[in-house]
Structure formats: C-alpha cells, structure tokens
C-alpha cells in the first residue's frame, strides 16, 4: 500500500514526530538543530538564531488575530523561546487565484505593526499566485533571524526545578475552532497570538536558573512538554489543578470532549527553571501584560532520564501519563 | 482369613491424578482412605500429579478407586485420573513419599478458600485450643496464593515462614492422620499471627478479641473501619446506616457504584434478597464469591448501598475474623469494599494504608504478611448459569487447558477489567481480576503483578500479544517484556476467547455483542457477526455505524451517544428529536449537530453497549454514567423477573422493527433507526417495563434474523456459534439469544470459565498469537 501523507501528519502530534523523524531528519542529517524550535550557529564571530515557519491557518481572520499577525509572532517566538533577539523576518507569500485585495491588505498591515511592535524588520518577501484550487486563499512562509541575547538558558536541569506556563493555555485552539465551525459555543475567548520576546528577554534579563522555554503551539502544552523531556532527558510532574485555564475554554473542552492540554497557544510559553527562582520567575511574568495568569504548573521529578516521561496529577489522587497527541482519540473506555 | 475362603485375589494398581490435588489435603485423605480398606503402598506429589500405589484385596481397591473419583477432598478438583496394574510390591504400610519435583513444570497453584465446617466448630468450641482464634485454618481451607511467594507450596516458601509453629502445630503437621497434616499455614493462638485494633497514627489502641469487639463497637456507632482481609485492606461499615454508607462513598470518591456487602449467615441474607439454589450453593462454596442477588421489593436496606439498582452484590463471612466479628456482636452486615480510592490499586501492605494517614480513623489489622493481593469474586447466576464478572479470590491461578502449545506468550488484555494470560506449554495462566488500568499506579500494579507471576513460574515471554487500539495503557508494556509484539483485534480476541473457553477449533460464527472495541477498519466495533478461527477471520455483518460527539466523553454521557445516534439518523428533524428529549441540554445538542456534521472529534461507532447507552438515555434512566456501564446494568435491572412480576408487566413476545440491510461486497448491516423512533414515540404511552422489555427482544431477534440472513446467503457457512462480548453479563440478553439460536437448530457455545467481557480479552488474546507463532515456525 502506497504510504500517503495524511492532515494527521500536520497536526504535531505522534505522526508529526515520526514524519520528522524517518524522512526530514534522516534525508537532512541533522540532530542537534531540530531540538529546538530555531537553529543557532555563528556567523563571523556572533551567534545568531535562524527559523522558518508556515501558517496556513483557516479562517485567515479569527476573534484575536488574523494569518498575519500569526505570521510575525510564531516565528518572533520561535526566535525568542531560543534566546534570540528577533532582528529580521523575510516573508514569502502563496496567493491563490481570486483572493480579495483588501483582505490582502489588512493582512500585509498587521505584519507591519506587528513587526513594529516587535521591533523587528521585515527585509525580503516573494509572492507567487497559484491557480484557482491549488491554495486555500493565503499562505505565507515567514524566515526569522534574531541575535542570541548575552544571557542565555542553560540546560542543566536538575530534580526539583519548576515547570513554569505564561498564562491560561488553550485560548487559541478554542477561538480558532469555533470561529472555523461556528459551533455556536457560547464564548468570546480570543486567540492568545502574541509576541513574546520582550516578556522572555526581561526574565532572561533579570533571572538566573532559566532551564529551558518552548512556545507550546501545535499539539499544545502536552506534546511541547513531551518533547522537551524526551530531547533533555528529563520527566515532569504537573498538577492538573495547578494549570490554568479559562472557564470557558474549559467549557468548550467539556462539550468538544477535548483535552485542553493538546489545544494550540500562540502567546505562551513554558519555561523550567530553578525552583529558587521561582517566585522571581513568576513576579516578572505577571507584571508583562502577557503573563498575568502566569503558574507554576509542575516540577521535575527525575533527570538523566534515557526515557524522558510527561505525568499529570490528576484532581482524583491518580497518575496519569502523557503522551504526544495522537490522531484522533478513540474512546477506550467499554 | 478371608470367611469366603480362598477366592480372594491380591492385586497392586498405580493412580496417576491430575488436577487441583495439591495443598487441598490430598495425601492426608488418601492415606486414610487407604487405611480404611486395608491397603498398604505409596502415595508421592510430584510437579504436576499426585502418583499413588495401592495394593491389596481386589474389592478393597475397587472400592477405594471409587471413593477416590466420587467422594474426593472438598478444595480437590480432579481431571483426570488413571490407573493401571502394575507389580506386587508387598508393602507393609502406607506411606507419604518426600515430593518428587522432577516432573513436568505445570504449577500447581491452590486457591485461598473459604474457612471450613470443622475449623468453624473448632472456632466456636471453648475447649478448643483455637476457641476463638481468627487465623485457623486447615488443608481445606485458609489462605493460598495470597501468602504464596514462591513454589513449591511449603510452609518456608510462604509468609507463615515467619512464625514458627509450637509443639503442638508442629504434632498436628506431621501426623498423617489428623486433618492439618502438612497444612502449611496452620497455627494458633499460641505460634500464629495476631490481631490489633490501631489508630491513624498507627498507635495499637486494642488486641486480639478485644480487637474484634473494639471494631464492632466502632462499626455500630456508624464509624468506617479498614479492615485486613485475605486479599487486601477493605474498608467496612454497618450496612443500615445510611449517613455511614455516604461517609465511606465520599471518602473512597464513588459515588453511586454498588458497593458489596457481607452478611452474617444465609438466613439474613434471605430476608433481604432472593437466593436461588444455585446462587445459595454459590454463597457457601469454599469460594465464597459476592453474588450479585435480586433484592427483594419490600427491602429495607439504604438506597445508598446499590443506588438506583434492584440487585445487591452479598457475600457470607469466609475468613474466621470475619466470622468472628458477626459472632461476637449483633450487627447483621456491613459494607465491605476494598480499601482504596477508585481507580486506584487495592492496598495490601501496612504502609501504603497508613499513607497519608489511611482513608478510615481506625484499621483492624493483623501481622500476617499478605503477599500477593487478590480482589474478591463477583458471579451473577441467570438460570442455573453462572457469569463471572470478576474472577478473583478463590480461583487464581488455575492453569486452563488448551488446544495450542502456548509458551513463551505473554497477552496483556484490554484497558478495562483486564487480566492478563500467560501461555505455559498447553496450558493458560490467567491473571485475577486487575481492573482498569488507566494511570501510572494502576500500570505499576500491572507490571508487579506480572512479576508475581515470573516469580512463581519461572517462564520465558518470547512474544507478546496487544490489543489493536493504539491508546491501551498496557499496550505501551509490551516493548518492554518482548520485542516480538503481536497485535490482535478486539472482537477477534473476544471470538476466540470464547471459542478456546469450548474447546472448539474449526472455524466457526460468532455474535460479539460488546462495548467500545478498536475495528480494524478504524472505526468503533462493538455489534459483530464473525467467522473465522484463531488464524483468520471475516467480518459478516455489523450494526451501522453512529457518531460519538465527544469520544470517549460520550461512552460516560449516554445523552450524548443517543443525540449522536438521532441526529445522524435523522439529520433534518433530530435535533429537535434530541431536544425535546434532553431538554436541558438544547445549547449542547446545538453544537454536538455540527460536531457531527464537521466530524469534529465525532468516532463513528457500531455497538451494542453504545445501543443500550442510546435507549437507556432516551428512557432517562440514565443519561450520565458515574460508573462502567451504569446505563446498560440499570437497563437490564429493569428485566429482573421478581420486578415485574411485582409490577405486573405483561410479558408479550412483541418487538420493535428493525432493518437489515444486504450488501453483495461488504458485511451485513443491521440499521435499528426505525426501533429508535418507535421507542420515542412510545415513550409516552408505554410502562418504561414494557418498552425495556420489548427492546431486549429486538435485539436477540435482530441477533437470530440476521444470522438466518447470512446462513440464506452463504450456505456452507457451519451451524456453531460462539457468543461473546461485555455485552453478555446481560442475563437475559445471553439466555434468550442462546436459546433461540438453539430452537433453530444451531449448535450455541457461550463462555465457561473465561469472562465474556474485557477481562476475557487476553486469554483469547494468547490463543491468537500462539497460531501465528506456529505458522511463522512452519514457513
Ligand atoms: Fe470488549
Ligand atoms: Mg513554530
Ligand atoms: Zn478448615
Ligand atoms: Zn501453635
């Protein structure tokens, strides 16, 4: 049987993994890069951080954001969660036949103030329009180019550190949804797109003892926490009462049968770090206008761990173990 | 000199008996058996039989051959026994032979066993040495596998090793006539375990048979208890305090699942409960299980004890401390529940109960080490068959014969209720009742008890075998035990189960009548007609899949599924069907359309656990479940005959339509979308008896027309059919069926001694794999 590419291969989840795994990085040969969201490498004798990302996000605009905000602030993100200043974005877009130019245009200007806002420039772009059918309106590819800060994470990980998130987790999976479906769910729950590098560059600023810090998009907080235990060795405690989450997000979670911690966030990131600075950690979040809600979430329980494992305490006293989200997940209960 | 003079013959025979024969008193019975009709020779164990040689007068050996198949030792049970001539030895006695361990290597493993009529007596004999002594027991009774740590079953390879027996016990244990002859747990008062009656802080506040009475003190005035039994810690209060009842369901965190009681003596129990001969011969076997009973109408037991249900799990007190603590105070029954939070592993050790400082003030508890723990058995009767829905205590570990070289796998069952199978040469260990393991604490639990298992048989796992469905806890085990991992369909797993549990082989048809399983074509099965055997099979027909808005939050919110079922059956009006029904859920409905509609998160599923959901949620009998299946068992509550005899609900033989729809390509498909509308139309007109009743039929008519259906088409198709699938516990649901199938000519085969639910799933899970094995080994 002719092996096919499925949506499921996209979502970040299990089959994303394998699809990395077996053809990008064994084609590409390269390991140590692709544990962290951008490549850091120098360049005549300063260390800068490369990353590329494409958002193909339906519908392009949605209560919170639109494809052109997402556009600068995933990739802004992706610089800063590896210590980077952001300093450049090129820009590639993908027009399909017929797209309104006035969509275009709101698009293209919330790039700019984004990136204003970022201060970040946007240097290049390409523009191709295919036929009619062969694109979904809009999509762009965004390349980022930061300079890795003078304070940096270092990845000694001990036992006890803390597992640290920005703010309530989900928003963005939820706003995405029901303004895609109109489902009719009952909220007004915005995307949480945002840009968090100034909120990462005044912790890396004033706070030692930052471990690591992943932006938890694409298969949400559980499979980013997945990732990092697997890459460094290491296995994590959460509590699930500890992690916050807005009750509507709840809500919908609770009709959907979905499971918060696989939703997608655009504006959160997920830090371990020293359990000594934790309160430091957590008193700057929480002054940023993006890290009001920030908690600590959870712990490390366990280091030089060959088999790094995600768990959750659960509210009834039992241990549950969490893995990379997995397709779709079909009940198991009889 | 014989008075008929000198016609008597002289013969020896050798017995070869196999079985359970061994740590249930057989050499000791034997032996005086023997002596009673004057013949002298041997008696020997070794791995696997029991290898006796008699030799006397002709009539003398015919008549002890004849005691010995017909009046053996309670707690024996023989499979096979043979015999034939063999030489003269002139034996001057008989005598018991030092163990010969040579043999095969099948263990053999005795079950704990409910405390015996003679130590009872002895119990309640105040010249007795025991008089009052909560730990004696005998050959025929009193802990096994739950103080086993390693085999041979002797006292040194047992927890009792370290209590050393007094002059007394010792005397007892190796006289071959007195009935604790090489009973390895035997003690007393004297050398044995004691009692103590300790605080949170796990301060002794009593001992001994001041313990007893401390606790019983405690239980009257309403308090909860933990209690050391022969398995585990339960936790225990008095029966008929409602507020006591409610104390203990909040602090274990379950709600409204049935909790079981013990009660003093048969005759208490049938003043509160039916108890047919059956399920009496059940209640006072050396078993000694719960046994689901039908409540009687005018009970006066708490609501709180079985919320919602006519039926009440009971069992009779089988440890002598348990018996004791009905003796020596005036309480009728308590609640007896295992001693730990829901979904969490039963507590065995002392420290894991005080964690946390323990779920009860008071723990009566004792100093003799429990080393593998064991949950008590559950058996519902239907008639004169019995269903297990646990197998547990008193049973474990068996080896169950089978028809494939089975060794070296290991099958890991489900997700739920599981039990997990161990193939050892033709036979199958299977695991007790484990439960649902579904967190870390219940996987550790898992994984420990598949230790036990290596410690006690020392075996090899070159392959294991996994249920299909990607998110099974277990499953993620198996690369760990063996890198030769067989993957093997539910339902398939579940029609070979029941296939193996009857010894049939040839290729045959099954009706799997189940929850949620994973199929094979990436949907939800759950209402199969199979054909096939252990190496292949084929799907020929299946109920019509439905959505699931919500996955797995629909199987534990039936309103759900049967929303699901509507409005995918009736896109244009069911959502105005669904809300009409589920009133308070209009927002919700809403969005499940379009769940539905965009399938987002929306499994589609065919089965018949999710068709009871469905018209249990449409009844309202339930329309969220706090508990595996609570919408099916208080469905199938309303069949209870003395119910609706009481209620006289008119028995008709009616039905409700139904379609099946024939495919020349693919399977069958059974549609029940026209008895959902009729049952919703008649909800308002009916007894909700009556449609309950009317649609139990439908589905075992919609069982028999479908099968007709496929034997018209398919001819050469052989008339034997298994049944199988959770869906089965359902009394009614397996007798009917089997009997219709029966009157029209087709030879029927339901489970024995395997569950019929997920609990079944690795013995069939084994059988499968041990196929495979053996057709890769012949390529
Ligand atoms: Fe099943
Ligand atoms: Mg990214
Ligand atoms: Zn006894
Ligand atoms: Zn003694």
């Known amino acids: 049987m002719v092996q096919r590419i499925s949506l499921a291969h996209g979502e970040g989840g299990e089959l994303t993994h394998q699809l990395i795994q077996e053809v990008f990085m064994s084609a590409f040969s390269s390991k140590k890069e692709i544990q962290h969201d951008s490549a850091v490498f120098p360049i005549e004798g300063k260390r800068i951080a490369v990353t590329t990302d494409s958002y193909v996000v339906q519908p392009i605009f949605f209560p919170g954001g639109n494809i052109g905000k997402l556009a600068i602030t995933g990739t802004v993100n992706d610089l800063a969660v590896c210590c980077a200043v952001p300093k450049m974005i090129t820009a590639g877009f993908i027009l399909e036949e017929g797209f309104a130019l006035s969509d275009l245009n709101k698009i293209v200007h919330s790039m700019a103030e984004e990136a204003k806002a970022a201060n970040v420039k946007i240097v290049a772009g390409d523009t191709k329009v295919v036929e009619k059918g062969s694109a979904d309106g809009i999509f762009i590819n965004t390349t980022g180019i930061g300079a890795i800060s003078e304070q940096v994470c270092s990845p000694a990980i001990k036992k006890g550190d803390c597992v640290v998130v920005s703010g309530t987790i989900g928003d963005h999976g939820i706003a995405i949804l029901s303004a895609r479906n109109q489902l009719g769910l009952l909220t007004d729950v915005q995307s949480d797109c945002a840009s968090l590098h100034s909120l990462i560059q005044s912790l890396l600023e004033q706070v030692d003892g930052i471990r690591l810090m992943r932006d938890p998009t694409r298969g949400g907080l559980a499979t980013s926490l997945v990732e990092l235990c697997e890459d460094f060795q290491f296995s994590v405690e959460l509590e699930e009462d500890l992690i916050p989450i807005r009750r509507e997000v709840t809500g919908a979670c609770n009709i959907l049968g979905f499971d918060p911690l696989y939703l997608a966030n655009e504006g959160k990131v997920v830090i371990v770090c020293d359990s000594t600075n934790k309160d430091k950690v957590i008193e700057i979040m929480q002054n940023h206008k993006y890290g009001e809600e920030a908690k600590v979430i959870g712990k490390v329980i366990s280091v030089n761990d060959s088999n790094g494992k995600l768990y959750s305490r659960t509210q009834i006293g039992t241990t549950r173990r969490i893995h990379r989200l997995n397709g779709m997940i079909l009940p198991r209960i009889c | ?779």
């Not at chain 2, 000199?1 to 057989?26: E, N, P, W």
């Not at chain 2, 208080?634 to 209620?647: F, I, S, T, V």
Request: proline letters at 5%.
């Open chain 2, 1 to 779: 000199m014989d008075q008929r003079g000198l016609s008597k013959t002289y013969k020896a025979v050798k017995i070869k008996v196999g079985g359970r024969v061994q740590g249930v008193g057989f050499r000791p019975y034997v032996f005086s058996l023997a002596k009673r009709w004057q013949l002298n020779g041997t008696i020997q164990n070794n791995s696997d039989k029991v290898i006796i040689h008699v030799e006397g007068e002709e009539y003398s050996i015919e008549h002890f051959l004849h005691h010995l198949k017909e009046s053996p030792p309670l707690l024996a049970k023989i499979t096979n026994l043979e015999h034939q001539p063999t030489v003269y030895k002139s034996y001057q006695q008989f005598s018991i032979l030092e163990s010969d361990l040579t043999g095969s290597p099948l263990p053999a493993i005795s079950a704990d066993s409910a405390v015996c009529q003679d130590c009872l007596n002895e119990l309640n004999d105040p010249s007795n040495r025991r008089y009052h002594y909560p730990f004696i027991n005998c050959t025929q009774c009193g802990p096994r596998y739950t103080i086993l740590e390693k085999l041979p079953y002797d006292r040194k390879h047992t927890t009792m090793h370290s209590f050393m027996m007094c002059e007394d016990c010792l005397e007892e244990y190796g006289d071959p006539m007195n009935r604790r002859h090489h009973a390895q747990p035997t003690c007393c008062a004297k050398c044995g375990p004691s009692l103590s009656l300790v605080n949170q802080k796990r301060e002794v506040i009593a001992e001994g048979e001041s313990a007893i009475r401390g606790t019983i003190d405690a239980l009257t005035e309403g308090r909860i208890i933990s209690i050391k039994g022969l398995g585990g810690y339960h936790l225990a209060c008095d029966m008929k305090q409602p507020y006591a009842i409610t104390h203990l369901r909040e602090i274990k965190s379950r709600p409204t699942r049935p909790l079981a009681v013990m009660m003093r003596s048969l005759e208490i129990v049938k003043q509160y409960c039916h108890v047919s001969l059956k399920e009496e011969e059940l209640l006072t076997s050396p078993i000694m299980p719960i046994v689901v009973l039908k409540q009687k109408i005018n009970r006066s037991l708490p609501n709180e004890l079985a919320p919602g249900l006519t039926t009440l799990g009971v069992m009779l007190p089988y440890t002598p401390l348990h018996y004791l603590l009905f003796k020596l105070g005036g309480l009728e029954g308590i609640v007896l529940t295992s001693a730990n939070s829901s979904g969490l592993p039963i507590k065995y050790h002392d420290k894991d109960l005080f964690e946390k400082g323990g779920l009860s003030e008071f723990s009566l508890t004792h100093n003799r080490v429990i080393k593998n723990p064991l949950d008590d058995s559950v058996v519902e009767v239907n008639g004169l068959d019995e269903t297990y829905l646990r197998k547990a205590r008193g049973f474990v570990p068996e080896p169950i014969k089978t028809t494939i070289d089975t060794s070296g796998i290991v099958a890991l069952g489900g997700q739920q209720k599981n039990t997990f199978s161990i193939g050892i040469g033709e036979h199958i260990l299977m695991s007790p009742h484990i439960g649902e393991v579904d967190n870390e604490e219940m996987l550790d639990h898992f994984i420990q008890q598949i230790g036990v298992y290596k410690r006690i048989v020392n075996i090899d796992m070159d392959h294991v075998a996994i249920d299909k469905h990607l998110g099974y806890s277990v499953n993620k085990l198996a690369k760990d035990l063996s890198p030769n991992v067989v993957t093997v369909g539910h339902h398939h797993a579940h029609h070979v189960a029941c296939m193996e549990d009857n010894g049939v082989v040839d290729p045959c048809v099954g009706i799997i009548l189940d929850g949620t399983g994973y199929g094979e074509d990436g949907h939800i099965w759950g209402f199969e007609f199979l054909y096939g055997d252990a190496a292949a099979y084929k799907r020929l027909a299946h109920m019509c899949y439905c959505p699931l808005p919500g996955g797995e939050m629909a199987v534990k919110e039936p309103w759900r599924t049967a929303s699901g079922m509507i409005l995918h059956h009736w896109p244009k009006e069911g959502q105005e069907m669904a809300e009409r029904l589920f009133p308070d859920k209009k927002a919700e409905i809403s969005i499940l359309k379009k769940m539905v509609k965009l399938k987002i998160n929306s499994p589609m599923a065919g089965t018949c656990g999710r068709l009871f959901d469905t018209v249990s949620a449409i009844l309202g009998v339930c329309l969220k479940s706090s508990y595996e299946g609570e919408a099916a068992i208080k469905l199938a509550g309303y069949m209870n005959e003395n119910y609706l005899n009481a209620r006289s609900i008119e028995k008709v033989a009616q039905s409700y339509p139904f379609k099946i729809i024939q495919s020349a390509k693919g399977p069958f498909q059974l549609d029940f979308s026209p008895m959902i509308s009729q049952i919703i139309q008649e909800k308002e007109q009916l007894q909700l008896e009556e449609i309950i009743y009317k649609f139990h039929q439908t589905v075992v008519l919609s069982c028999v027309e479908m099968i007709l259906a496929l034997y018209k088409e398919k001819a050469w198709l052989p008339k034997r059919i298994v049944l199988s699938g959770g869906s089965f516990q359902n009394g009614y649901l397996s007798r009917e069926l089997s009997n219709s199938l029966k009157q029209k000519g087709f030879k029927v085969y339901a489970h024995q001694q395997i569950p019929c639910h997920d609990g079944g799933l690795s013995f069939g899970q084994l059988i499968i794999a041990a196929h495979k094995v053996k057709n890769e080994k012949l390529k």
